[in-house]
């Protein structure tokens, strides 16, 4: 069985990388996106993962698609279309290390993924499915993970949601809240960033925007406040749970790889959503903090996904700490 099989968008991110001899901006060619991220961070740490999506049929889509082969990803169900290009993100960074994004997307070829190009018995044979909200911003990819989405839960897969809102691929903050809370009531397991709170729940509150998330069926809710930590909530009670402070180098791809590490940590326990209790999620958190706190040491996404070694030396030196 594959620990984590995850539908969405892999991407290039075109890097701020400063200044040519001539005075112009450079940008480096990184390989990206959200649920790509995530996979590669478990595969690292240890876990059989599958990707499903699509990209182009030109030279970033197939650097994209040797890239996740090169990190072991179970490529079986990526597509590579002829009809449309691979989307690309160029990011900019400011002197904190953190991200804008202005996206080449009209239509990228993730945007196209059909409901016909799923590979349901890959979908069926995973321990948790994973998605994030880009895949609903146009059809047939909106219709296309309607559709995986309830093959996994027929197939009882646990599922798994990181909304990642991206606003200049929305027509609207409110369109977007709409496509984005239509997910919820099929998830086990969401993270959302403070921003993300109004959005998925008119609440701004993230204590208060957790609960209401778990009154709607999620079992572990998970709310990142990036240099801050992230606050956890289940059924039993919540927690804040202390960031690993650094200096961040890039902060692309962070809450990628902890989300990463949290699903590692929620996988090798065994349990159900329904009986993780408040102490066991902030464990995972914990273990999440420790993967995201390396990757933000390096630049780019899928080329900072730290070694499971390295995450477990993290650890081990503030258990020394204490």
């Known amino acids: 069985m594959t620990s984590v099989t995850a539908l969405g968008e892999v991407l290039i991110d075109f890097t701020d990388a400063g200044i040519s001899p001539s005075g112009q901006k450079l940008f480096e060619r990184n390989p990206g996106g959200a649920p790509a ?16 999506g699509k990209v182009g049929k030109d030279m970033h889509g197939d650097f994209l698609r040797e890239t996740l082969e090169a990190n072991g990803i179970d490529c079986t169900g990526l597509i590579s279309d002829p009809d449309f290009f691979t989307t690309l993100a160029f990011v900019a960074l400011d002197e904190q290390g953190d991200r804008s994004f202005s996206f080449a997307r009209k239509p990228g070829a993730d945007t196209q993924l059909k409901p016909e190009d799923l590979p349901l018995d890959i979908i069926k ?10 895949s609903l911003t146009d059809e047939p990819a909106r219709s296309t ?36 809370r239509s997910l919820v009531t099929y998830m086990d397991l969401i993270k959302i960033s403070a921003e993300e709170c109004a959005l998925m729940t008119d609440l701004d509150d993230p204590a208060a925007a957790a609960a209401a998330l778990l009154d709607q069926g999620a079992s572990v ?30 902060t692309t791809g962070a809450g990628d790889s902890f989300w990463g590490g949290f699903l590692c940590a929620f996988c090798e326990s065994g349990l159900k959503p329904q009986l993780v209790s408040i102490d066991r999620a902030a464990s995972f958190v914990r273990f999440g ?4 706190s390396l990757c933000v040491r390096n630049r780019g996404a899928i080329p900072a996904m730290p070694e499971r070694s390295d995450v477990e030396e993290v650890l081990a030196s503030r258990e020394d700490q204490r």
């Open 37 to 52: 991220n995530v996979l590669v961070a478990l595969k690292k740490l240890g876990h059989d993962v599958a990707f499903i």
């Open 125 to 134: 044979d995973s321990r948790v499915f994973h998605v994030g909200s880009l």
């Open 145 to 180: 993970t309607i559709a995986a989405l309830k093959a996994a839960k027929e197939a009882g897969c646990v599922m798994s949601y990181d909304p990642n809102y991206r606003d200049s691929l929305w027509p609207s903050a409110e369109a977007a809240a709409e496509q984005m």
């Open 221 to 250: 809710v998970v709310v990142t406040l990036d240099a801050e930590g992230a606050f956890v909530a289940t059924k039993d009670g919540s927690l804040m749970v202390p960031s690993f402070r650094v200096d961040a180098v890039d």
């Open 289 to 292: 903090n420790a993967v995201a």
